[in-house]
């Protein structure tokens, strides 16, 4: 294979490189771009699919905190109902079994389902003393009273509540846009338990139909003042614009359990420092319902979670599919741009580089570089510069060439001054140029014939080239003179008026006749010539030929008046 298409092969496998690397780069790029908006979507449907485990984990420490209520009943003696505690139970147990079971599905979760067993472990500890204290006999008396076992109680709750915790916390680390109404749920299940441990708190004195010891007191104190603190935090979190569904489910709450619940709290309080207190049950069953409001709270706010997680995922997938169809499109788009950039531009480029190849290295070899070596277009390049730039130089020389033979060819060689041929050019161009009058002046050495005779012909020329170069010298600027024979002469001059035209061929004949021509080492030889004066007096077709032919009539009319003298043509 000949350089030149070594070099144009190795061209093409670079352009060819090049357009597959731009091609995998925007690829890659655009694979980056659909990656990023896959694990978006997929964020978004583990968000959706984690719901159900936190909503189940906030349902277990509810059913939990509903099972106090019961065991207090029945801790506190009159009015409980074992049947109810056992369906409380049943139904906490139903809900871990649930949890368990979608946690062991959960991949995502953080939260292993042994771990929620060792929460749910505490609950079945404080059940079984509960349980003993429920059972207890005279020979087998309870080991524990009852504010310890509703403090077990409270801690079941708490290790139950370590699910619900751990599984927000995933949610909240993959979809913080879900986040403020999971928090405000778990707020609500919060504010929910500690209605319930108020109430729990107040068995004891219940039971025992006292008012609460200092100790209950602060407790009860300081769950009050926790109710508070939640009922704040749910205030300052919740958008409470009117018609949002959080603001009816938090006025609900407030009128339901905030209301009626703490009066019949306070109620209750009161009435046990009068000894006409209502038993635990009793108390319970005016209490616990007013609870309800605060768990339809929970429920909105897991709602509007479910809902805004799955506009999410949805917008998430409507991404993801844009992001595809986009990387498709500009992927087709470059590879089509790509493909005709080749076809249209790259490859016709390449072709000409091998035409120009061919040129330059016909005109001479591309020196010491390498004929597949892409820098000998460089090369070729340069040297096609030095070509271009030594044929401006050739034809500068031709154009200045003819220019000289142009002068030469209208320049008698003789003389110097102008030939026939340019004097009738000018004469033609003084025609159409001048807007005065135009004369020509014919004159005519007399007895020439005899002055080469005599002296010889070179002689001759010498005398031709000296009058020449009196008759200049004698001239105006403007004038032009010329020999347009032998030894004849012609001038071409504007003049004002016919008289001026015969002054100044009386002027020529005076200086040639005055001083004689030397035309060898010593003789000087008296010259005259004879003069034929015409003048146009305006611009007219034919002038030209007309006015010098007028002249030599004039002139002849000269010669045979005796010669060394002039005449004027006759105006017609
Ligand atoms: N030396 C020389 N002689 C030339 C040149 N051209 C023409 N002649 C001569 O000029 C002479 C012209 O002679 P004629 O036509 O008879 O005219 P004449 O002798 O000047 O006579 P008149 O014009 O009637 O006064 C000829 O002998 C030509 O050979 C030239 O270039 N050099």
Not at 113 to 138: F, I, K, M, S
Not at 198 to 227: F, M, N
Not at 486 to 507: K, N
Request: aromatic letters at 4%; hydrophobic letters at 45%; charged letters at 20%.
């Amino acid at each position: 294979m000949s350089g030149r298409f070594l070099l144009t092969a190795h061209l093409n496998r670079l352009i060819n490189a090049l357009l597959v690397v731009t091609s995998l780069a925007t690829a890659c790029g655009m694979a980056l771009l659909v990656q990023q908006a896959q694990e978006n979507s997929m964020s978004m449907g583990l968000t959706r699919d984690q719901l159900p485990v936190y909503e189940e984990a906030l349902r277990l420490v509810e059913a939990v905190s509903a099972e106090r209520g019961p065991t207090n009943a029945l801790l506190g003696g009159r009015g409980g109902d074992s049947h109810e505690l056992a369906r409380a139970r049943a139904l906490s147990d139903q809900r871990f079994a649930r949890l368990q079971v979608l946690l062991q599905g959960c991949r995502q979760c953080s939260v292993t389902a042994e771990q929620a067993a060792n929460g749910y472990q505490t609950l079945l500890q404080a059940r079984a003393r509960v349980d003993q204290r429920l059972r207890g006999t005279p020979d087998d008396p309870p080991s524990q009273d009852i504010a310890t076992l509703v403090q077990g109680m409270f801690r079941a709750l708490d290790s139950n509540f370590i699910t619900a915790d751990l599984t927000l916390h995933d949610l909240i680390q993959r979809s913080p846009a879900v986040a403020i109404y999971l928090v405000n749920a778990k707020l609500a299940a919060r504010l929910r338990d500690t209605a319930g441990r108020l109430g729990s708190l107040l068995t004891p004195a219940l039971q025992a139909q006292r008012l609460p010891s200092g100790a209950e007191q602060v407790q009860l104190l300081q769950t009050q003042g926790r109710i508070n603190q939640l009922m704040d935090l749910l205030r300052s979190n919740l958008n409470l614009a009117p018609g949002r569904p959080e603001h009816d489910r938090f006025v609900q709450v407030q009128e339901r359990y905030l209301g009626e619940g703490l009066d019949w709290y306070h109620q209750t309080l009161a009435a046990l420092a009068t000894g006409t207190a209502p038993t635990a049950a009793s108390f319970a069953q005016g209490y616990v319902p007013t609870m309800v409001s605060i768990l339809e709270l929970r429920d909105e706010m897991l709602s509007l979670a479910r809902d805004e997680a799955d506009a999410l995922a949805r917008e998430a997938q409507l991404r993801l599919w844009l992001t595809i169809a986009a990387a498709v499109g500009i992927l087709l788009a470059l590879g089509t741009g790509l493909l005709l950039l080749k076809q249209r531009l790259l490859t016709p480029l390449l072709a000409n580089t091998q035409r120009l190849l061919s040129l330059s290295r016909r005109a001479r070899p591309l020196g010491t570089v390498a004929e597949d070596d892409p820098r000998s277009l460089f090369a070729a390049f340069a040297q096609l510069e030095d070509e271009l730039l030594q044929a401006d130089r050739l034809r500068e020389e031709r154009d200045a060439l003819i220019a000289e033979l142009g002068v030469r060819a209208e320049t008698d060689y003789l003389t110097g001054l102008a030939n026939r041929r340019a004097f009738e050019r000018e004469l033609a161009q003084g025609v159409t140029r001048t807007a005065g009058q135009l004369a020509a002046i014919a004159f005519d050495i007399d007895h020439f014939k005899r002055i080469n005779d005599t002296y010889g012909h070179a002689a001759g020329d010498l005398l031709l080239q000296q009058l020449a170069q009196r008759c200049r010298e004698l001239l105006r600027p403007g004038d032009r003179i010329a020999r347009i024979g032998g030894e004849e002469f012609a001038v071409l001059a504007d003049v004002a008026q016919p008289t001026d035209a015969l002054a100044l061929a009386e002027r020529l004949r005076c200086g040639i006749a005055e001083a004689p021509f030397a035309v060898g080492p010593t003789e000087a030889l008296p010259v005259t010539a004879s003069f034929g004066v015409a003048v146009t007096p305006r611009l007219a077709e034919g002038v030209p030929v007309r006015l010098l032919a007028q002249a030599d009539a004039a002139l002849y009319r000269a010669k045979h008046r005796g010669r060394n003298c002039s005449e004027i043509a006759e105006l017609g």
